[in-house]
């Protein structure tokens, strides 16, 4: 065992070393602009599959429902980065840009529930209870997509997020079947903003095979009329 965890040692740091030969140099270079080019690809799909999908509160067309994506909670309370979300949610719905408002998030366990913060937020903030539905399942953007078509029956939506998220939240919607457009919410740019963009680098990739592969969410459960009933 020893003997095989030495050879083991040996190979790994061949592979580390840098190469000694200006072929071998040109090589590592070119692979590693390989792996760049592939890392960056599902992020310029976004881009390009997205367009002009990114509006602003003022430009964005009318839709029934405004989708509104969870984003943690403090004690119990929306996370700054939510409140911004939900707070723009309740501007669109003021605008009348917006007829109903449906939040979806984490609710997995009995002291985790953000959906129901969320509705409390937008209620304090004078969006009627009856506008506002919950989807206690959203746990990851495609289950909040997914199910937001096939549980509530949405099929068009003013998605609600972060600028570096609503393009991910627009192209896995519209793999869902909804005809939406986006709608980033206003934040400073500091440390915690650069590094949420930083990770949607990452999870573009997840996010394509998403909208390639379209899984069933987590939870799927039965449909849903809360929306229908909210917009009545």
Known sequence: ???????????????????????????????????????????????LTTGDRVRTVADVPAAPVAVVFGAGLWDGEPSPYLAHRLDTAATLYDAGRVRAILVTGDNSTHDYDEPDAMRRYLTARGVPARRIVGDYAGFDTWDSCSRARRVFGVDRAVLVSQGFHVRRALALCAAAGIDAYGVGATDPHDVTWYYGAGREILAAGKAAADAALRPDPHFLGPREDGVAQALR
């Open 1 to 47: 065992m020893g003997v095989r965890a030495n050879g083991l040692v040996r190979r790994v740091a061949g592979w580390l070393r840098p190469p000694r030969t200006t072929r071998g140099r040109r090589r590592a270079v070119q692979a590693a602009m390989a792996l760049c080019v592939l890392a960056l690809l599902p992020a310029t799909w976004l881009r």
